[in-house]
C-alpha cells in the first residue's frame, strides 16, 4: 500500500472541534448525587471523586465528541440536553460520501459523533450510565482496562478513532476511576448508538 | 494536533491506535526479583530451561502436549512443553480452574513455513503471579531473545499481505486474563484421552506426551482423579458436529466468553465448563440477541446464533472476519480460519441446532420461570453481548 499523509482533523472539523473545546469550559453538568449510605468521611470521599471525575471530563475534551454538537445562533455548540450520550439515535447516517483519492482521509458528522476514514465508521458512545444503551453495565474494571488496553472494555474490538485512549491511559488509575465515578453519577439516558461499520470492501 | 503518517488503509490506522497504547501500558521490564522487585523472564530462551546445554535439544523434564482442540494462529505450527517442579502436583480441585504449583513452566512456540518465529513463555514464579514473555527467533534460527513488552510488530508473513505480529505482554494478558485464566489449552477436556477424531486442526498425541492419563497415573493431580481413566473429559453433545464446534468455541472464543471473564456481565458463555450442568454455550448463543447484529440482517433476525441461517448468525459473521469492527477472536489472528468457518456455517444451517432451538423454545414457552432464568444467564447478569 502507499503511504498517504492521514491528517488527524480536516479543516472543516478544526472549526468545529476548536469551537466545541472553547465552549468546553462553559459546559453545565449534571449535578452528583449524594451518598446516601456511607459515613461521612467516605461520603465526602465519594464526592470529591466525582467532582474529580467532572474536571478531569470537561478539560480532556470528553463533551468534544461524546455530546453532540448543534447549530447556535453563534455556530455549532454543544447541545447539553444530550451531555455525554453520544451519537444521537434518531440521527440515521447515510452512508459516508467516498473520498477522491489525495490527502484527505476522514470525515466527521455536523454532531461531531460520527466519524469515516479508512477503519470504516464509528459512533460515539452513550458515557451515561444507562444499562441497555450505555456505561450501565460496565464495570471499573472494564473501564479501566479500556483506556489502558485500547480494545473495548479490555478486551473486544478496538477502540476506533478518533477516540484518543493513547492519551487518556497516561491516567492514573485513581483519574479513571474518578472519571467513571463521575459518569457513573450522570443520569442514565437511553440512546442507542449504531454499532460500528467496517469499510465497504470488508463488509461480508 | 500534529499530522501522522500512516500507511492507507484501516489496519494500520487501527494499528497505530492500538500500538501507542501499548507500548505505553507496560514500559520498561522490572528488575529481577532478588531486590523485592517483581521477577522477570530471561533475555534468551536458552536461560529459560527449555533445552539441555546444547541449546537445541528439548530437556527430557519438559513434557509435550498437544490440546485436543487446538487454538487457531493463522496456521502456525506449534509445539508445546510443561515443567513442573520435581514432585509438585496441579491442585485440581477446582476442575476447571486448576492452580499450578510455583515454578510450573509453559512453552508454545510457533513455526510458519518451517521457521520459528516466536516462543512464549509462562512462568508461575510466586503465588498468584505468572510472568509472561514472547522470545523472537533469529535469523539463523539459532536462538531467540525476549521481545519488548510492547511486542514486535509484522515478524513473518503467513498470508500474501498478512504478516504475523508477536503479542505485546497487553495483549497475551486480555486472553490469559491475569488472575483468572493464566493457562489455556492445558485442562482436562484439552489433555483428554477421549479426543475428538473431527476437531478442526487437531493433532495426534505423540508417544510420550502428557495427557490426563499421565497426569493421573504419575500422580501429577490432587485429588488424583482416577475417574479420569475409565471416563475421559469429553463435551457432551447430541452428535459429533456439535461436539466439534463447541470444542472449537471454547478454546477460540472461550478463553474471554466465561462466567469467571472480566467481561462475564456480557452473559455469553463459550467455555466449555466440566463442571457445568447444562451446556452454557448453547443456552446463551443459540437464538439469543446480541448487541452485535449483522449489518445485512432484517430487523429482529440477527441472533447470536440463528439456528438454520448462518448468514443471519452473528458469531459466523464475525469469525469470518477479519476487520477492527468485527472480527473475532479481535486478537491473535489475521486470516480467516476457513476450516473452521466452514464447520460452524454447516453446524449452524444443519437440522441439530434447530432442534436446539426448538427444545429451548418450547422450554421457555412451558417454565416462564426458567426464561426467566435463561434470559438472565447463568450468573444472574443480563445478556448483553457485543
Redo the contacts between chains.
Keep these: 500500500m502507499k503511504n498517504i499523509r492521514f491528517a488527524t482533523v480536516s479543516l472543516a472539523y478544526s472549526a468545529i472541534a476548536l469551537s466545541a473545546i472553547a465552549l468546553t469550559g462553559m459546559i453545565a453538568v449534571a449535578a452528583v448525587p449524594a451518598a446516601s449510605n456511607q459515613s461521612a468521611p467516605a461520603a465526602a470521599a465519594s464526592t470529591a471523586k466525582v467532582e474529580r471525575g467532572k474536571y478531569l471530563v470537561n478539560i480532556m475534551g470528553c463533551h468534544d465528541c461524546h455530546t453532540p454538537l448543534k447549530m447556535g445562533a453563534n455556530g455549532p455548540e454543544f447541545d447539553m440536553s444530550r451531555a455525554l450520550t453520544g451519537h444521537p439515535q434518531d440521527l440515521k447516517m447515510p452512508p459516508a460520501p467516498a473520498l477522491p483519492a489525495g490527502p484527505w482521509a476522514w470525515m466527521g458528522a455536523i454532531t461531531n459523533t460520527a466519524f469515516n476514514g479508512p477503519w470504516g465508521t464509528s459512533f460515539t458512545m452513550n458515557l451515561t450510565p444507562d444499562k441497555e444503551t450505555g456505561l450501565g453495565d460496565w464495570t471499573e474494571e472494564q473501564f479501566i482496562a479500556t483506556m489502558r488496553t485500547g480494545k473495548h472494555q479490555g478486551k473486544g474490538r478496538p477502540v476506533l478513532p478518533p477516540m484518543p485512549f493513547f492519551n487518556l491511559g497516561h491516567l492514573t488509575d485513581g483519574d479513571i476511576s474518578s472519571l467513571f465515578a463521575y459518569l457513573r453519577s450522570l443520569p442514565p439516558t437511553h440512546n442507542r448508538i449504531p454499532q460500528p461499520i467496517d469499510p465497504p470492501e470488508a463488509r461480508q | 494536533?500534529?499530522?501522522?503518517?500512516?500507511?492507507?488503509?484501516?489496519a494500520?490506522?487501527?494499528a497505530l491506535?492500538?500500538s501507542?497504547?501499548?507500548l505505553?501500558?507496560f514500559g520498561a521490564p522490572h528488575g529481577p526479583g532478588e531486590d523485592g522487585t517483581a521477577p522477570v523472564a530471561p533475555r534468551l530462551l536458552s536461560e529459560t530451561g527449555l533445552f539441555l546445554a546444547d541449546g537445541t535439544t528439548i530437556d527430557p523434564k519438559n513434557r509435550a502436549y498437544v490440546p485436543q482442540y487446538p487454538l487457531w494462529s493463522d496456521g502456525a505450527k506449534k509445539r508445546r512443553w510443561i515443567r513442573l517442579p520435581e514432585g509438585s502436583t496441579i491442585d485440581t480441585t477446582n476442575v476447571d480452574r486448576w492452580e499450578f504449583p510455583i515454578g510450573t513452566r509453559f512453552w508454545k512456540e510457533f513455526a510458519f513455513d518451517g521457521r520459528r518465529v516466536e516462543t512464549r513463555f509462562l512462568w508461575k514464579a510466586q503465588q498468584g503471579r505468572w510472568v509472561f514473555a514472547s522470545y523472537a527467533w533469529n535469523d539463523a534460527q539459532t536462538e531467540a531473545v525476549r521481545a519488548p513488552d510492547a511486542g514486535v510488530a509484522n515478524v513473518a508473513e503467513v498470508a500474501p499481505g498478512k504478516r504475523h505480529s508477536i503479542p505485546g505482554v497487553?495483549?497475551c494478558r486480555?486472553?490469559h486474563d491475569s488472575g483468572r485464566t493464566e493457562i489455556l489449552g492445558f485442562d482436562a477436556l484439552q489433555l483428554s484421552s477421549d479426543r475428538d477424531p473431527n476437531a478442526i486442526h487437531g493433532e495426534p498425541i505423540e508417544p510420550g506426551m502428557v495427557t490426563v492419563r499421565t497426569l493421573v497415573e504419575e500422580r501429577r493431580v490432587a485429588p488424583a482423579r482416577t475417574a479420569w481413566l475409565t471416563a475421559p473429559p469429553r463435551i457432551q453433545a447430541p452428535d459429533p458436529l456439535t461436539r466439534t464446534a463447541l470444542g472449537y468455541l471454547s478454546t477460540n472464543c472461550g478463553s474471554?466468553h466465561n462466567p469467571s471473564?472480566?467481561?462475564a456481565?456480557?452473559g455469553l458463555f463459550l467455555k466449555h465448563q466440566a463442571s457445568a450442568e447444562c451446556n452454557a454455550a448453547l443456552a446463551t448463543s443459540v437464538c439469543r440477541t446480541g448487541?452485535?447484529?449483522v449489518?445485512?440482517a432484517p430487523d429482529g433476525e440477527s441472533k447470536i446464533i440463528n439456528p438454520g441461517h448462518p448468514e443471519l448468525s452473528a458469531l459466523v459473521?464475525r469469525v469470518?472476519?477479519r476487520?477492527?469492527?468485527?472480527?473475532m477472536p479481535?486478537?491473535g489472528s489475521v486470516v480467516v480460519d476457513r476450516e473452521a468457518v466452514d464447520v460452524l456455517t454447516a453446524w449452524i444451517g444443519g437440522r441439530a441446532i434447530m432442534s436446539e432451538c426448538e427444545r429451548d423454545r418450547s422450554a421457555t414457552s412451558a417454565s416462564p420461570s426458567r426464561a426467566s432464568t435463561r434470559s438472565s444467564g447463568s450468573t444472574g447478569?443480563?445478556l448483553?453481548v457485543?
Design positions: 494536533m500534529t499530522p501522522i503518517v500512516v500507511r492507507a488503509g484501516f494500520a490506522v487501527v491506535w492500538a501507542a497504547v501499548t505505553r501500558s497487553a495483549d486480555s486472553c474471554c471473564s472480566s467481561i456481565s456480557l448487541h452485535w447484529v449489518p445485512t459473521v469470518r472476519s476487520r477492527p469492527a468485527s472480527q479481535p486478537i447478569t443480563s448483553v457485543r
